[in-house]
């Protein structure tokens, strides 16, 4: 994975909530068993018609929108299915944040496994943004810091989700190099209940 | 940052009242952080790893990219179900995508040496059909699978969660996944349904969801307890995990009783004999929320006065009583000016008009299936309804049992003569049309009461309209062809 850099860009407004990854990605495009190529079909029920035309209203065809690095959203953003094809979609879009009111708990995960930054800020400051899309706004992850226009803002995000971004870390070798403590814990839990014996 | 590390299982809250939940968690603690004073993630075990052929491919792809092998290859199980068709099994499968995505399934279990219950397998399934069926599921085990509804299992007293492909790579290759842990939520069920063939355990989870919101269990575990879940089977509580999901938690749990160890007693990965009884006594010890357990947030529902639910708009808490009117966004939102321009949404999608009574909501399509109820009660009660009556005129309606154990037994008990001869479709198991991955989808336009567990705009076809029942309502609805009240049917 990449290591997280500072992000300046202006966002793109989805002004819609519970925006669940039923919408995001919708299920014909599951199929596929590569992890690329999804941008083209992000938000595709919103943003084609049945015979494959962009609809001029949706904001992802709106040309003053493109190249925007930062998704901007509402409440719940994420909800439903934990299909990981959403953030592909996203990410390969060309969005490397997503600012939100409040996010579900999958996709939250699931965005950091790609390198995706999801941020939650207070409903002022995303209404704020929804009245300010032009604004130019920053993003330091290492700072923990949102800065629109003059505004500065902070984010929570646990230790241990920013390191992994910062660096880019491959969190399967990180548990790796715990194999001996794994082994450790199935010999100890198995004298309890076994569930870690072969069923 | 200073991270420091705690090699051993967390011994100092024995003395502290915990919840099912919490002992759970603590049990399979492998490894633990600390951030500062807080606490960081734990490295958690995962006794039982579910795959199904949709969230997979990418992850074992990743594992030969990267030449890791498959941890613990008898831990983990999987099925084909999303993308499969419902009709004639003996047939080839037509959608050379949905081919493809089963072949690779299929050749990723066999290079890794995983237990694959395929296409033509007689225990073939909707995963979270199969998993307790087969006694994959154990109380006080930790189950994962790449498919959120994986909090059905939580029904058995086992901790278990929807995770993304990276998480499915991540277990494969460690059988451990890194959590920081949720929240305690606890809802507790008072008092008792009054017709309890008509009001259902889906009628509990819609209020539920109608009632806290589909993010109201955000970063929680939601443990339901109470004299109401105690009076449910196994397969009704399953229902009510089922859609944990819908309000925004990503597992629940109910304690297990003599209901759950019966159920699991005997089937096939099931603990056998002595070993079994030993099990039980553990649980019935240990598997219990202390009397004094706190929980982070708790609420109380009473379901003397409920009555079914439907859903009408596009995500699962727009749900109303069959005794009423489509609302009005205003009345809907509650002065929320996002809910409120939801509400405008989902009655434009759904083609509803404000102040219309459900029951004169005509529909097109009848769907009884799904993770959520396509369990053979499910089937056994939808089949009181359709007894010795005919499908409407105007409906299609279509019965996938969840497995094709379900599907043999609802067979022995006559069900597939019961719905044939009222004119519904009786097919193959898997997930069919509760997200239409295979040819099972609504028409634009279309509208179907169907007893899955989403109503997002599109998702049983484009441009479809779902709304979400139980069993018994789907039934009668597709008698009539709009929805009625049931109660007055049972």
């Not at chain 1, 646990?158 to 199935?186: A, N, P």
């Not at chain 2, 500062?36 to 993630?41: F, K, L, Q, R, T």
């Not at chain 2, 998702?459 to 008698?479: D, E, F, N, Y």
Request: charged share 25%; aromatic share 8%; hydrophobic share 35%.
């Amino acid at each position: 994975m990449e290591p997280f850099k500072v992000i300046k860009s202006k966002v793109t407004p989805l002004d819609i909530s519970n925006v669940d990854t039923d919408q995001i990605i919708p299920k014909q495009f599951l199929k596929l068993i590569q992890r690329t190529g999804f941008g083209k079909y992000l938000f595709y029920d919103w943003r084609f018609d049945r015979d494959g035309n962009p609809k001029h209203k949706f904001v992802l065809n709106d040309p003053k929108y493109t190249g925007r690095q930062i998704l901007l959203a509402r409440d719940n953003f994420g909800s439903g299915s934990s299909r990981e094809h959403a953030v592909w979609a996203i990410q390969d879009y060309g969005f490397k944040a997503i600012v939100a009111q409040s996010f579900a708990d999958i996709f939250y995960i699931n965005c950091f496994k790609v390198g995706l930054l999801p941020v939650s800020l207070s409903s002022e400051e995303i209404e704020y943004l929804f009245r300010n899309t032009d604004l130019d706004v920053e993003i330091d992850l290492f700072n923990q810091q949102v800065t629109i226009g003059t505004i500065i803002t902070n984010f929570k995000i646990y230790e241990y989700r920013k390191k992994t971004l910062l660096q880019g870390l491959d969190e399967i070798d990180v548990t790796l190099q715990l194999e001996s403590i794994i082994v450790e814990y199935e010999k100890k839990n198995k004298a309890i209940v076994p569930y870690t014996d072969k069923p | 940052m200073v991270l420091y590390l705690c090699y051993k299982l967390i011994e100092t809250s024995t003395s502290m009242p915990k919840t099912i939940f919490e002992k759970i968690w603590d049990n399979h603690i492998v490894y633990f952080k600390k951030e500062g004073s807080n606490d960081g993630p734990s490295l958690l075990y995962i006794d039982r790893h579910l795959l199904h052929e949709v969230t997979s491919p990418q992850a074992f792809d990743a594992l030969r990219l990267n030449g890791r092998r498959v941890r613990r290859p008898d831990l983990t199980f999987a099925t084909m179900d999303h993308n499969v068709p419902t009709s004639n099994r003996s047939l080839p499968i037509v959608d050379q995508i949905s081919r493809t995505q089963i072949q690779a399934l299929a050749q990723n279990c066999k290079e890794f040496g995983i237990t694959l219950f395929d296409f033509n397998n007689p225990n073939q399934g909707i995963v979270h059909v199969i998993g307790p069926e087969m006694g994959i599921t154990l109380p006080g085990t930790t189950i994962v699978c790449g498919d959120s509804h994986t909090s059905t299992h939580g029904a058995l007293g086992a901790l278990a969660f929807g995770i993304g492909t990276s998480e499915v790579e991540h277990v494969l290759a460690t059988q451990c996944l890194w959590m920081y842990k949720p929240k305690t939520f606890a809802i507790t069920i008072t008092g008792k349904c009054k017709n309890q063939h008509a009001i259902t355990a889906k009628d509990i989870i819609l209020s539920i969801i109608k009632r806290i919101g589909t993010a109201g269990g955000t970063g929680t575990i939601i443990e339901y307890k109470g004299e109401m879940i105690t009076d449910l089977s196994v397969e009704q509580r399953m229902t009510i995990c089922n859609m944990s999901i819908e309000a925004g938690a990503r597992a629940g749990l109910i304690v297990p009783d003599q209901k759950a160890f019966d159920y699991i007693r005997g089937r096939t990965y099931t603990p056998k004999g002595e070993q079994f009884e030993k099990m039980v006594d553990y649980w019935r010890e240990n598997l219990i929320t202390d009397t004094n357990a706190k929980f982070e947030r708790d609420i109380t529902l009473n379901v003397n006065d409920l009555v079914p639910q439907v859903s009408w708009g596009t995500n699962p808490s727009m749900v109303i009583d069959v005794t009423d009117t489509i609302p009005y966004p205003d009345d809907f939102a509650n002065g929320n000016e996002n809910e409120r321009k939801a509400a405008l949404r989902a009655l434009e999608y759904m083609a509803l008009k404000p102040a219309t009574p459900i029951t004169d909501v005509q529909i097109d399509r009848v769907f009884i299936g799904s993770c959520t109820n396509s369990r053979l009660e499910d089937l056994l009660e939808a089949s009181l309804v359709v007894k010795g009556r005919k499908v409407s005129c105007k409906v299609r309606a279509m019965v996938v049992p969840g497995s094709q154990k379900v599907k043999i037994e609802a067979e022995k008990l006559g069900l597939d003569k019961v719905f044939k001869d009222a004119g519904f479709e009786w097919r193959e198991s898997g997930c069919s049309m509760c997200l239409g991955m295979n040819s099972d989808i609504l028409a634009p336009g279309e509208r179907c009461a169907s007893t899955s567990n989403r109503n997002f705009e599109g998702r049983q076809g484009s441009g479809g309209r779902t709304h979400l029942v139980s069993p018994v309502m789907a039934a009668a609805a597709a008698i009539e062809g709009h929805f009625v009240d049931v109660r007055k049917w049972l």
